[in-house]
């Protein structure tokens, strides 16, 4: 009798990695769209307080709960799409506790980088999204070195990596473009709310879409070693 154990194989696109992942990115629907809508009741009761800006306590203090808030839907965001694609089994949970000092680590550089490059241009903020697409990725699937991962499989699938991120810098720009549409027709809490559930949403399809690029460049690597 045998007693290997099956396991499931990673998820894998054939022409376009953005359709792929609008099919599989449902399989961790559950913790996803929890989260997705804890963030926004919290960034949306922020900008209700209507805390005034400057140095004040509690303008600080709304800047660090907004900022953990969205850094926590990042992680478990990625760690969805990891679930997605991998099929593993693994708790979503439970890998965000595994790798949470590291992702958390590799997002604030991130983050660093997008505050750098929007005092120079905002528009410059895409750019960085199209060169660190699977550092967040990287990170959470435990790479140590995850920033080399990531230009490793930008490099290993360069072709799908620059038609992908040609389409989602046209497609980011409209949706910055449909973001001052919102602030200007509509202000307060409701577009925080509109803004954070979209954000949310795109986020989540967005980076199963590049976990599926990056499975396939890993196993690519794999397999070549």
């Not at 900008?47 to 839907?73: C, E, K, N």
């Not at 697409?133 to 360069?158: E, K």
């Not at 979209?198 to 990056?214: E, K, R």
Request: hydrophobic share 65%.
């Amino acid at each position: 009798m045998s007693t290997d154990v099956a396991v499931a194989t990673p998820a894998h696109y054939r022409i376009s990695a953005l359709f792929k992942a609008l099919v599989v990115m449902w399989r961790t629907a559950g913790p996803a769209l929890l989260f997705i809508v804890v963030n926004t009741v919290v960034q949306g009761f922020l900008i209700w307080l209507d805390t005034q800006s400057g140095l004040s306590l509690g303008f600080l203090l709304a800047l660090l709960v907004s900022a953990v808030s969205a850094m926590l839907l990042y992680a478990v965001l990625t760690s969805c799409a990891l679930g997605a694609v991998d099929r593993d089994g693994e708790s979503v949970l439970a890998r965000v506790k595994a790798h949470t000092g590291a992702f958390t680590g590799w997002a604030l550089l991130q983050w660093l980088l997008v505050l750098l490059v929007t005092l120079i241009h905002p528009a410059l903020v895409l750019l960085v999204a199209a060169l660190t697409p699977f550092l967040p990725i990287a990170a959470m699937d435990g790479q140590a070195n995850a920033l080399a991962v990531n230009f490793r499989t930008l490099g290993g699938r360069f072709w799908r990596w620059l038609v992908t991120s040609v389409i989602l810098l046209v497609a980011g720009l409209i949706f910055f473009l449909l973001t001052a549409v919102d602030v200007f027709f509509i202000k307060g809490t409701p577009a925080a709310i509109f803004f954070w559930l979209a954000i949310g949403v795109i986020a989540w399809w967005l980076l199963t879409a590049w976990t599926l690029v990056y499975r396939a460049a890993r196993a690519q690597d794999e397999h070549a070693a």
